[in-house]
């Protein structure tokens, strides 16, 4: 385990402690530990995707412009 500090806004406190007392969560640490461990690695993800990218001999840009405005990444 490794202990780490963050900073929510008092809202997202709040639902965490929500969910303490509900006993849908053992802790606060529980919870934002479980809800990382359900979001996908988007590091790993976009490795993956790049290293297909580069197989396939890249992507024209038209091709990523799209992507990355229908992703919201612009």
């Known amino acids: 385990m490794k202990r780490l ?10 639902k965490a402690r929500r969910a ?3 006993g849908n969560a053992e ?3 529980a919870y ?5 461990e359900r979001e996908p690695d ?20 038209e091709a990523r412009a799209w ?3 229908t992703l919201g990444m612009l």
Do not use: H, K, N
Not at 5 to 14: N, R
Not at 47 to 58: K, L, N, T, Y
């Open 42 to 61: 988007w590091v790993a993800a976009r490795e993956a995707v790049d290293e297909m990218i580069v197989d396939i001999g890249g992507i024209p840009d």
């Open 67 to 69: 992507a990355r405005q």
């Open 5 to 14: 500090t963050i900073s929510v806004s008092d809202e997202i406190a709040e």
């Open 27 to 29: 802790s606060v640490s």
């Open 32 to 36: 934002f530990g479980e809800l990382a």
């Open 20 to 22: 303490v007392e509900s």
